[in-house]
């Protein structure tokens, strides 16, 4: 074969691939539809309680950590603001609305090891569980200015008391 040849080859392979990638997520995003990103501000008159800078790695059903969903505005990994109020959560993604994840809609916050394609020192993600619809979805988060057991901590005192299980996991 011709180097030309072989070059050639190596282009069809390659527009195959993205191809099938392409695909792939177009599929992936009307799977997941149905599930809508919690846009919203933080209500007037809630109390900050911790302000802190981490990068979002991604939000998957609950207990499978390998599997992305393709929920508009959270499909993809970004840095983030993460701001804890007496409320709930708010999330400032690049790029995207603010989320707000109420109190009322999340289950529980923990910590984990292991997400999609972020491997960490152990426990170094926080892990908010929260429900959307009939669904319970989690969200990892990588505190980069303070330690994830921190900003779970900080969550986890403004859930009610039946709700919190901050003991570490490694999903």
Same mark, same amino acid.
């Given at each position: /074969?011709?180097?030309?040849?072989?070059?050639?080859? /190596?282009?069809?392979?390659?527009?195959?691939?993205?191809?099938?990638?392409?695909?792939?997520?177009?599929?992936?995003?009307?799977?997941?539809?149905?599930? +809508?990103? @919690?846009?919203?501000?933080? @209500?007037?008159?809630? !109390?900050? $309680? &911790?302000?802190? %800078? +981490?990068?979002?790695? #991604?939000?998957?059903?609950?207990?499978?950590?390998?599997?992305?969903?393709?929920?508009?505005? /959270?499909?993809?990994?970004?840095? +983030?603001?993460?701001?804890?109020?007496?409320?709930?959560?708010? =999330?400032?993604?690049?790029?995207?609305?603010?989320?707000? =994840?109420? !109190?009322?809609?999340?289950?529980?916050?923990?910590? &984990?090891?292991?997400?999609?394609?972020?491997?960490?020192?152990?426990?170094? =993600?926080?892990?908010?569980?929260? $429900? !959307?619809?009939? $669904?319970?979805? *989690? %969200?990892?988060?990588?505190?980069? *200015?303070?330690?994830?057991?921190?900003?779970? *901590?900080?969550?986890? #005192?403004?859930?009610?008391? %039946?709700?919190?299980?901050?003991?570490?996991?490694?999903?």
């Amino acid at each position: /074969m011709t180097r030309e040849g072989a070059l050639l080859v /190596m282009i069809v392979l390659a527009v195959v691939l993205l191809a099938i990638g392409i695909a792939a997520w177009r599929r992936r995003t009307r799977r997941d539809a149905g599930i +809508a990103a @919690p846009v919203g501000e933080v @209500p007037v008159g809630a !109390v900050e $309680r &911790a302000h802190v %800078s +981490a990068l979002y790695v #991604a939000t998957t059903p609950h207990d499978e950590p390998l599997e992305r969903l393709a929920i508009r505005g /959270m499909g993809f990994r970004s840095r +983030a603001d993460v701001t804890v109020t007496d409320r709930g959560v708010a =999330l400032d993604l690049t790029g995207q609305p603010r989320l707000f =994840l109420a !109190v009322g809609h999340i289950v529980e916050v923990d910590l &984990a090891t292991v997400a999609i394609d972020r491997v960490v020192e152990p426990s170094g =993600l926080v892990r908010l569980t929260w $429900r !959307v619809g009939d $669904r319970f979805v *989690d %969200s990892y988060l990588r505190p980069q *200015d303070g330690s994830a057991r921190a900003l779970a *901590d900080t969550v986890a #005192a403004t859930l009610p008391a %039946s709700t919190t299980t901050p003991t570490g996991t490694d999903a």
